[in-house]
């Protein structure tokens, strides 16, 4: 019996391996031909772009990863069913639920990896991908942004900390503006809070490289220190309109799917102290833990199927893997639209489809005739 298990397991494995890759090198490569037109001013080298392709290649490995377990495990079994081995191991007394016990092991160890694969691999690559993106559009590094917090150099040369940004809101808290001399500080602006106010038509101080969204920031309970001076100063409100637009932020600020579980842990908890609850982020939150899971009973479900009836041949098995894979896809995208239209809770959104194929995988697995 262990024989016949490791040569399953190795099978698997082995066109796990390619199918895995493969899918995951070719939406890598559609990205960057999709990409390509931003690229191709700029004369950029091959290898700049082979890299661009290489850095995005763990955050598509990790979304079709569900697809090409099923595929893989479909394609083991019901070949082996169609071989005949299954009834010869079953003629030989062998037990059905023996057999694949190291498939399960497989399915667990296939989820801790894509949990590493998000919460390590991912987040790393994705950043090195968008400074790559930018050093090809000779963009440059403008903002830094982690767990909610923001450096930028504004338009008039000034350093700008922003304590807390809220996309969805338009909305900064705990604004740090400091305006540098040739040799030293010489003022600096602290504000409680940023607001991006619609301005019509767009302000004549926009650079025309620059995106603008008709409006401008409005500071909120304003101290300004003049250290030229020794001075203080307080306003209720004061309009700055050298930091970017909304707009420009989008896309510098890292996207939920591009930060680990314990950033995006962070950047919400942070939210929710100051009083926001964001409910995409968590959604998303709840999604990162519970995509992974669903690679053990893809495990399962691919064992199960070709084990209730007869076997079909390659072109069989694949089309139902794509089938079911693709139902997944879109039954969770539809779970977390409701959860990010807050229809539904974001633990169910993120939940509910994982769970009801898992409670249909461990079914259709304690159905197996032995």
Not at 66 to 88: D, G, H, N, W, Y
Not at 159 to 181: H, T
Not at 303 to 311: H, T
Request: proline share 5%; glycine share 8%; hydrophobic share 50%.
């Amino acid at each position: 019996m262990k024989i016949i298990q490791r040569h399953y397991l190795k099978e698997f494995f082995k066109v796990l391996a390619l199918i895995a890759a493969g899918l995951a090198l070719i939406f890598s490569l559609l990205d960057l031909i999709d990409k390509m037109d931003d690229f191709l001013p700029y004369k950029p080298s091959i290898a700049s772009l082979l890299s661009y392709a290489l850095f995005n290649f763990p955050r598509y490995l990790l979304y079709l990863f569900p697809m090409a377990i099923l595929l893989c495990s479909l394609f083991v079994i019901s070949q082996a069913k169609r071989r005949e081995e299954i009834t010869a191991i079953k003629a030989a007394g062998g037990r059905m639920r023996t057999l694949f016990m190291p498939f399960i092991l497989g399915g667990v160890i296939l989820s801790l990896f894509g949990f590493i694969l998000g919460e390590v691999i991912v987040p790393e690559f994705s950043k090195r991908a968008f400074e790559l993106k930018n050093s090809i559009t000779k963009k440059g590094k403008k903002f830094s942004f982690k767990e909610g917090t923001m450096w930028l150099r504004a338009t008039d040369g000034s350093i700008v900390k922003i304590g807390l940004y809220m996309p969805e809101e338009k909305v900064s808290l705990n604004v740090s503006i400091f305006k540098l001399g040739p040799e030293r500080l010489m003022e600096r602006i602290e504000a409680e809070k940023a607001r991006w106010v619609a301005v019509n038509p767009p302000l004549a101080y926009t650079k025309p490289d620059e995106k603008n969204d008709g409006g401008k920031w409005m500071l909120e309970n304003v101290t300004v220190y003049d250290l030229d001076n020794g001075t203080l100063k307080k306003h209720k409100q004061l309009d700055y309109p050298f930091i970017g637009s909304p707009s420009v932020f989008a896309e510098e600020v890292r996207k939920p799917e591009d930060m680990g579980i314990r950033e995006l842990l962070k950047y919400t908890k942070r939210l929710e102290e100051a009083g926001f609850r964001n409910l995409k982020l968590l959604v998303d939150l709840n999604s990162k833990i519970s995509y992974p899971i669903v690679n053990f009973f893809m495990v399962l479900l691919g064992i199960s199927l070709p084990m209730r009836g007869r076997a079909g041949g390659g072109l069989v098995t694949t089309a139902i893997g794509i089938f079911v894979s693709l139902f997944y896809w879109f039954s969770h995208a539809m779970s977390l639209s409701m959860g990010y239209a807050g229809i539904v809770p974001p633990v169910v959104a993120a939940w509910l489809v994982p769970l009801v194929f898992a409670v249909v995988a461990v079914k259709f697995f304690r159905k197996i005739h032995e």
